[in-house]
C-alpha cells in the first residue's frame, strides 16, 4: 500500500532520491564498488562535495564572501559553535525566543558571550512568531529559527535588524527563496527538508571569523573546515551525497521559487482543511503557521486515536504531534506531493462524516 510519510524528521525525501541512492548503496554509476566504500578523497566523491556545495551555493544565490560546509554534529552543535566562532565573552548577540530549538540555541550560545532574548512567544507555548522588539546597537548578531518544526510557526519575512542574521533553517531549507546577504551564518540539519540525517548544512560569511581571543579545538573551528573545503576529517559521505541529489531534484523542479509555491498550495490544502472542519483546530497563530509543520488538535480529544487509525488505513503515517503540543503535526516538507496532503485532507473529511 502506498505510504504518505509526514513524519516532522528524519523525514520524507523524493523517491527519485531514494532510488537513485540504493542505486549508489548497491553499485555506483556501474564502478562495481559502493559509494560508501570509496574514497573520500578519490576524483568521484571530491565531485560529490563540490556539487553539493555549488547547488547550495547556486538555489539559494549565495553571494561571494560565503563559504558552504558540510559537517557533522546535527544543527544541535551549530547551537554552541556559531557563538564559540564569533562571540568574544564580552561581546553581545541577540536572540528571538520561538520555541524549543531556539531555547536550545540561547543555552549553548550563553557558554560564548552575552547572550539577551530580544522577544519570546513563550508565554503561550509558541504559538506565534513575536514581531516587535529593539536591537541594541551593539549586537554582532541576531538569531533566529525561520521555522519552528515543534510549534508549526515560522517567519514569513526575515526579521528586521542592523546587525547580521544567524538562522536555524533546519526545516525549511530550500523550501522558499532566502536573503543570504542579511545573514552572517545559516545552518540546517538535513534530515528535515535536505537529505538523511548525518550532515549538517552550513553557510558563512568567512569575514566575520577569525575575530575571537579563545582557543577553538580544530574540529570546532569554521576555518578548519573552510581551509579543507569540508574534507579536514572523513565527510559523511552518504548524507552529503543523498543531499546533493536532493538538491539536484529542487533544481529540476524549478528551484526555490516554484518548491515556495508548491508549498503554499499543499499548505493551503492542509491549513483550508483544519479551518473548515468542525472537529480540528490548528494550534498556531495564522499569520504564522509554518508551509512546512501543520500542527492541530481534535476538538474532542478522546477521538485521537481514531483518527490516527482512520490515516493509518489510508496511509498516512507520522502524524502525531510532538508531546508539548499534543494533537497532530503534518510535515509537508518539499517532498510531500500534493496527492499525499489530498489524502490527509480526504481522511479529516471522512472523519468528520462519522463523528460529527
Ligand atoms: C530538528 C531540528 C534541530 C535539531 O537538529 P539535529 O540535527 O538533530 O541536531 C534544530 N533546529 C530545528 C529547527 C530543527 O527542526
Not at 22 to 37: K, P, T
Not at 129 to 137: A, M
Not at 148 to 168: A, H, M, R, V, Y
Request: aromatic fraction near 8%; charged fraction near 20%.
Amino acid at each position: 500500500m502506498k505510504k504518505y510519510n509526514f513524519s516532522a524528521g528524519p523525514a520524507i525525501l523524493p523517491a527519485p532520491v531514494l532510488e537513485k541512492s540504493a542505486q549508489a548503496v548497491s553499485n555506483w554509476n556501474d564502478s562495481g564498488l559502493s559509494l560508501l566504500e570509496i574514497s573520500h578523497r578519490s576524483k568521484p566523491f571530491v565531485e560529490v562535495l563540490n556539487k553539493a556545495e555549488s547547488l547550495a551555493t547556486e538555489l539559494l544565490g549565495v553571494p561571494e564572501g560565503y563559504k558552504v560546509l558540510f559537517l557533522t554534529g546535527g544543527a544541535s552543535s551549530q547551537f554552541f559553535m556559531s557563538a564559540m566562532n564569533l562571540l568574544n565573552p564580552e561581546d553581545l548577540a541577540v536572540y528571538i525566543d520561538t520555541g524549543a530549538w531556539s531555547t536550545k540555541a540561547i543555552k549553548e550560545a550563553k557558554l560564548f558571550g552575552q547572550i539577551e532574548v530580544l522577544a519570546s512567544s513563550k508565554d503561550t507555548n509558541y504559538n506565534y512568531i513575536p514581531k516587535t522588539y529593539d536591537v541594541p546597537q551593539n549586537a554582532k548578531y541576531l538569531h533566529y529559527t525561520s521555522n519552528n518544526t515543534i510549534f508549526g510557526t515560522q517567519f514569513k519575512e526575515e526579521p528586521s535588524s542592523n546587525c547580521p542574521l544567524i538562522s536555524d533553517m533546519s526545516s525549511d531549507i530550500f523550501s522558499r527563496p532566502v536573503d543570504v546577504s542579511r545573514h552572517g551564518m545559516i545552518y540546517a540539519g538535513a534530515q528535515k527538508n535536505m537529505g538523511p540525517a548525518g550532515t549538517t548544512l552550513v553557510i558563512i560569511r568567512e569575514d566575520l571569523l577569525g575575530k575571537v581571543s579563545r582557543t577553538i579545538p580544530t574540529m570546532l573551528n569554521y576555518q578548519t573546515h573552510i581551509a579543507k573545503d569540508s574534507s579536514f576529517n572523513t565527510p559523511p559521505v552518504f548524507p552529503i551525497f543523498v543531499s546533493m541529489l536532493t538538491m539536484e531534484w529542487v533544481k529540476e523542479n524549478g528551484g526555490v521559487e516554484k518548491m515556495a509555491t508548491i508549498n503554499e498550495q499543499k499548505a493551503a490544502v492542509v491549513y483550508d482543511e483544519i479551518d473548515r472542519n468542525p472537529l480540528f483546530k490548528g494550534t498556531a497563530a495564522k499569520e504564522d503557521r509554518s508551509l512546512m509543520n501543520a500542527t492541530f488538535v481534535l476538538e474532542n480529544e478522546s477521538l485521537g486515536e481514531k483518527f490516527m487509525e482512520d490515516a493509518t488505513a489510508a496511509g498516512c503515517v507520522g502524524l502525531k504531534g510532538h508531546r508539548s503540543v499534543g494533537g497532530f503535526r503534518a510535515s509537508i516538507y518539499n517532498a510531500m506531493t500534493m496527492e499525499g496532503v489530498e489524502t490527509l485532507r480526504d481522511v479529516m473529511k471522512a472523519f468528520e462524516q462519522k463523528h460529527a
